[in-house]
């Protein structure tokens, strides 16, 4: 499972996370790089919300998902079958541009014994969006976060989300969506389980 990202000093340095003067100052610098003034009244402020902004949004990276998937249930009177948490809204940002991915997430796994509380997977869902991403690797870190912690006999995730990259800038097509779907264990080797989830997500 991927490390916690904390701390992120650029290529050379060994220095922490920038400082909220420096995450403010960096924001100005793009201001004058719009071709806009940082200093009139309209802006004046606006470094200051976006680092606040950025530390909400970016979130993803102070969280553990090994502390989230950690508390599990094991009275569920023999329950063996899927449990499936779908339509997940999420909001996350393209690695490459730094703009929105919008989408849902639909979750589902094959108890062996213990099972997660609903809400936990909505919040592993939440942990992976707020950092910068792909949403092949989104959909794979979901998956194997909750391969490997909770040791079920199999894990789906289908990822459905529009990309603000390719709706703004580039090609510019609005209302476009991609699809991406990750299985483990059972699933991977179970065509029919498959089907069932991909059933179950449309019904």
């Known amino acids: ?15 922490a996370r920038p400082t909220q003067q420096e995450a403010e100052d960096a924001v100005r610098v793009l201001l004058r790089w719009t071709g806009d003034d940082p200093s009139r009244e309209g802006l004046l402020d606006t470094p200051k919300r976006v ?12 969280k553990s ?19 499936l948490v779908r339509d997940i809204p999420f909001y996350s940002h393209c690695e490459h541009h730094m703009v929105p991915i ?16 609903l809400s936990k997977v909505a919040r592993l869902v939440e942990i992976y969006g707020r950092r910068l991403q792909t949403q092949e690797a ?34 510019q097509k609005q209302g476009s969506t991609t699809l991406t779907t990750t299985f483990t264990a059972e ?12 059933t ?3 019904t």
Request: some cysteine; charged content about 25%; overall charge negative.
């Open 1 to 15: 499972m991927d490390a916690i990202v904390k701390n992120f000093p650029a290529a050379g340095q060994t220095d």
């Open 51 to 62: 680092a606040a902004a950025y530390r909400e949004l970016f979130s993803g990276y102070e």
């Open 65 to 83: 998902p090994e502390e989230i998937l950690g508390r599990t249930f094991e009275e569920v009177a023999g329950y063996k079958d899927m449990v």
């Open 102 to 117: 919008i989408g849902k997430a639909h979750v589902a796994y094959l108890p062996k014994g213990r099972v997660l509380g």
């Open 138 to 171: 989104l959909t794979a870190q979901i998956a194997n976060a909750i391969q490997d912690v909770l040791d079920p006999r199999g894990v789906a995730v289908m990822i459905d989300a529009e990309h603000l990259c390719m709706a703004m800038r580039g090609v």
């Open 187 to 198: 699933f991977e080797n179970n065509a029919a389980e498959q089907a069932r989830f991909l």
């Open 200 to 202: 179950l997500i449309r």
